[in-house]
């Protein structure tokens, strides 16, 4: 296994790990969950398809107070329970991420795309739990 991709896995079981943090009971829930926290717009999280060994969910969060010209930030997000890890399978649009895009693109997308959407799902979901925390103090 090389570096990239080694390193690209233990992002994906980080983010596991901070989603089963945030929703315990992520495996035999259901509908939508709405988190909130002191300091940020409430966080909605839809379980879009249950399966045995996986669950897709739609995170959505709504900026509010940022302005019309700012979208709402919506992820989809696959987790597989046996493997303990969770990856973006869709970020603001963009669906089924390629590995490694050739740089310049017609969506002129980075050549490491796929990574660093599970990079920021993982700085988000760490600023989140902060937040978190800090309410529940």
Not at 17 to 30: G, I, S
Request: hydrophobic share 40%; aromatic share 10%; charged share 20%.
């Amino acid at each position: 296994m090389n570096y990239q991709a080694e390193n690209s896995l233990s992002l994906y079981e980080s983010n596991y790990h901070k989603l089963q943090e945030w929703l315990p009971d992520l495996t035999c829930r259901e509908g939508a969950a709405v988190l909130a926290a002191t300091g940020i717009s409430p966080i909605c999280i839809e379980v879009l398809e249950q399966n045995p060994y996986t669950t897709t969910i739609q995170i959505r969060h709504n900026l509010q107070g940022a302005g019309p010209w700012v979208s709402a930030l919506v992820l989809k997000v696959r987790i597989y329970h046996d493997a303990q890890v969770a990856e973006v399978i869709a970020c603001q649009g963009i669906h089924s991420f390629k590995p490694f895009y050739p740089y310049p693109n017609p969506k002129m997308l980075q050549p490491y795309e796929k990574r660093r959407v599970n990079q920021f799902l993982g700085e988000w979901l760490s600023y989140c739990l902060l937040l978190r925390r800090k309410t529940l103090v």
